[in-house]
C-alpha cells in the first residue's frame, strides 16, 4: 500500500530516460541513478549512481535514504580468493577530480527493507548525503531487472 | 577488520570440511580446473521448482551453464544472470544445445520466495534448483566451489550469503569444461559458446 506522498514521488516518473539527467550540489556532478525492477518487495533492492568531484577537495558519500526502503545501506561487492561477498562499507570515497561509480560488481546502495515494489519504468527519489557537501535529492529510474545501466547514448538529451 | 573475521571464518569452514571430507578443495581456481586421472564430471541432484529432482544426466548431450546464487542477491546474481539471459538470446536457433542452471545456495528461502519466477524474469530458458541442506553441499562440493551464511542484522533475515560468482561451463558427456570468472562480457561467453557448438 502506497502512501499519498509516496505515489506522488513515484510518479515523477513519467519523464522519459530520468537516469540521464545530471544534478548538482556544490562541486559534485550526480549522474545515472538506476535501480532494478524487483519481484515483490521481499528481496533488497538496489541502487547504482554515479558522482564526479570537479572540485579540488575530497569528499565521501556517507549515506543513502529513500522512501522505498526503510534500510537502505552502502554496500561494496568484493571478490576474494574467488568468493564474493558485500560487507558495509561506512562511505564511498569521492576524491578531488575523479568520477566514482556505484556500478555493479563493486560500490552499491543496498534497498533493504523495500516498502514498495520496484516497477521498470517507474522511478523514486533517493537522499545522497555527502561528508561535506551535504544532502541532494536525486530521482532515480528503474530499469528492467537485466538492465546492465542506462543506455543514455539514445535517449536525446 | 570484517576481512579478517571473514578469513578466520574461511579457515574455521576450511579446517572442518577437511576432517569431514578428506579433501575439499575450497575455492575453485580459474586457471587449473581440478584434474584426475579422468575428466572432471561435477555432478548434482536437485529439485527444481516442481519438486522435480534434476540431475546432470537428464541433460546430456546438452551443455550446461552454471551459476551458484542466491535470489536476495541485488548485485552480483542479477549481473551474471543478465549476462546468461544476453548469451541464450544472441545464441539463437542454437539456443537449444545450451541448458542453464541456477543452483540456489540459500534453498529455503529461495522456495519461499519463489525461484522459478525469479530466473524466468531474466529469461524463460534458465532452470532454478533449491534443494535441500545436504543436497545444495554436496553439488558444491561437486563443482569444487564454496559457499556460506554470514550473519548480518542488517540484511533481510539477518544473514546473507557469500558464494563463489564465477560461471561453470559443463560438456555434452558431462565432463568440466571451463569458468568464466565473475563479469565475463556475455559476448565473450557467446563466442565460446559457438566455437563448442
Ligand atoms: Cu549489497
Same mark, same amino acid.
Request: charged fraction near 20%; aromatic fraction near 8%.
Given at each position: ?19 540521464c ?6 562541486n ?10 524487483t ?9 547504482? %549512481? ?24 552502502l ?7 574467488? %568468493?564474493a561477498?558485500?560487507?558495509?562499507a561506512?562511505?564511498?570515497? /569521492?576524491p578531488?577530480g ?8 563493486g560500490y ?10 520496484l516497477k521498470e519504468?517507474?522511478?523514486?527519489p /533517493? ?10 535529492? %536525486?530521482? /532515480? ?17 | ?5 571473514f ?21 575453485a ?14 555432478v ?14 537428464d ?10 546464487g542466491?535470489?536476495?542477491?541485488p548485485?552480483v ?13 544472441d ?24 525461484l ?15 534443494? *535441500? ?18 550473519? *548480518? ?30 563479469g565475463t562480457?556475455a ?5 565460446d ?5
Amino acid at each position: 500500500m502506497r502512501t499519498p506522498i509516496l505515489a506522488a514521488l513515484l510518479s515523477l516518473v513519467g519523464l522519459p530516460a530520468l537516469a540521464c539527467e545530471t544534478f548538482t550540489i556544490g562541486n559534485l556532478m550526480i549522474e545515472h541513478a538506476w535501480s532494478r525492477a524487483t519481484i515483490g518487495a521481499e528481496r533488497p533492492g538496489v541502487l547504482y %549512481v554515479e558522482i564526479t568531484n570537479t572540485g579540488s577537495a575530497d569528499d565521501a558519500l556517507v549515506g543513502i535514504a529513500t522512501p522505498v526502503a526503510g534500510m537502505p545501506m552502502l554496500h561494496e561487492t568484493v571478490v576474494t580468493d574467488g %568468493v564474493a561477498s558485500m560487507p558495509h562499507a561506512m562511505s564511498v570515497p /569521492v576524491p578531488a577530480g575523479q568520477t566514482v561509480a556505484l556500478a555493479p560488481g563493486g560500490y552499491h546502495g543496498m534497498l533493504m527493507g523495500l516498502t514498495t515494489t520496484l516497477k521498470e519504468g517507474e522511478g523514486f527519489p /533517493v537522499t545522497l548525503t555527502f561528508r561535506d557537501a551535504g544532502e541532494v535529492t %536525486v530521482p /532515480v529510474e528503474v530499469l528492467s531487472m537485466r538492465a546492465e545501466g542506462p543506455d543514455c547514448e539514445h535517449a536525446g538529451q | 577488520m570484517r576481512l579478517t573475521t571473514f578469513q578466520k571464518a574461511l579457515w574455521a569452514a576450511a579446517g572442518l570440511a577437511c576432517l569431514a571430507y578428506g579433501t575439499w578443495v575450497l575455492v575453485a581456481d580459474p586457471a587449473t580446473p581440478p584434474r584426475a586421472e579422468a575428466a572432471f564430471r561435477p555432478v548434482f541432484s536437485l529439485p527444481d521448482a516442481e519438486g522435480r529432482i534434476r540431475t546432470e544426466a537428464d541433460f546430456a548431450g546438452k551443455h550446461l551453464l552454471m551459476f551458484f546464487g542466491f535470489t536476495s542477491c541485488p548485485d552480483v546474481c542479477p549481473t551474471t544472470l543478465s549476462e546468461v539471459a544476453q548469451v541464450m538470446d544472441d545464441l539463437g536457433s542454437d539456443a537449444d544445445k545450451v541448458q542453464p542452471i541456477f543452483i540456489s545456495v540459500d534453498p529455503v528461502r529461495d522456495r519461499r520466495l519463489g525461484l522459478a519466477a525469479y530466473t524466468s524474469a531474466f529469461h524463460p530458458a534458465i532452470l532454478g534448483l533449491a534443494g *535441500d541442506e545436504v543436497q545444495t553441499r554436496a553439488a558444491a562440493e561437486s563443482f569444487h566451489i564454496y559457499f556460506e551464511r554470514q550473519d *548480518d542484522p542488517a540484511a533481510p533475515d539477518g544473514y546473507t550469503m557469500s558464494h563463489s560468482p564465477a560461471l561453470y561451463l559443463i560438456g555434452p558427456d558431462g565432463d568440466w569444461l571451463r569458468q568464466f570468472a565473475y563479469g565475463t562480457p556475455a559476448s565473450d561467453i557467446l563466442n565460446d559458446l559457438r566455437s563448442r557448438l
